[in-house]
T-cell receptor, first 112, second 115 residues
Framework: SQQGEEDPQALSIQEGENATMNCSYK?????LQWYRQNSGRGLVHLIL?????REKHSGRLRVTLDTSKKSSSLLITASRAADTASYFC????????????FGSGTQLTVLP | TAGITQAPTSQILAAGRSMTLRCTQD?????MYWYRQDLGLGLRLIHY???????GKGEVPDGYSVSRANTDDFPLTLASAVPSQTSVYFC??????????????FGPGTRLTVL
């Protein structure tokens, strides 16, 4: 079963705008990761946030984690057409032996 | 380094036939994983291996088998393919023992169609 669920399923914005994607999960976690997948390619790791962290930044990416609500958000600022991709959250649940469970993803389209 | 390579890139297979999807990594990672990705369902874990010589079942293991004879290779075998195994298969690796962050590194995928 899916541990993480992303919202929205699809998002279309103009270049230069910010994009926010949300992820909800069901069980306690060690960490939460966000991955990106370009069409027809494998997933690429973007950022990891541990369960004791609330916010993390990496370049134009900002991730927040609220363990009380079992939710995370990924913010991409000043989006570019090259950011067009699918974005997945993945959780490393407690006791999971480091296996990741992926959500169903958000398809982001950035229009030039 | 090449990272993770998968072969073949794509394959059309008749139902009932067997097939092995190959996965090789050159990062000396201890852990390796096989996922399948179906439209609208994200990635689902088929099998994993935390270290050479050990394997474990993931969320959807039925109809698949794996082996981990050495650190670099993690083949996935479909003994008797069925149409529901039509999917894109991704191999991944990670090195949690290296003080790292459990980040997984993915191969480019194998697109399998079972007719």
């Amino acid at each position: 079963s899916q541990q993480g669920e992303e919202d929205p399923q699809a998002l279309s914005i103009q270049e230069g705008e910010n994009a926010t994607m949300n992820c909800s999960y069901k069980t306690s976690i060690n960490n939460l990761q966000w991955y990106r997948q370009n069409s027809g390619r494998g997933l690429v790791h973007l950022i990891l946030i541990r369960s004791n962290e609330r916010e993390k930044h990496s370049g134009r990416l900002r991730v927040t984690l609220d363990t009380s609500k079992k939710s995370s958000s990924l913010l991409i600022t000043a989006s570019r057409a090259a950011d067009t991709a699918s974005y997945f959250c993945a959780t490393d649940a407690l006791g999971s032996a480091r296996q990741l469970t992926f959500g169903s993803g958000t398809q982001l389209t950035v229009l030039p | 380094t090449a990272g993770i390579t998968q072969a073949p890139t794509s394959q059309i297979l008749a139902a009932g036939r067997s097939m092995t999807l190959r996965c090789t990594q050159d990062m000396r990672h201890n852990a390796m994983y096989w996922y399948r990705q179906d439209l609208g369902l994200g990635l689902r874990l088929i099998h994993y291996s935390n270290t050479a010589g050990t394997t474990g079942k993931g969320e959807v293991p039925d109809g698949y088998s794996v082996s981990r004879a050495n650190t670099d290779d993690f083949p996935l075998t479909l003994a008797s393919a069925v149409p529901s195994q039509t999917s894109v298969y991704f191999c991944a690796s990670s090195d949690p023992s290296g003080g790292g962050t459990d980040t997984q590194y993915f191969g480019p995928g194998t697109r399998l169609t079972v007719l």
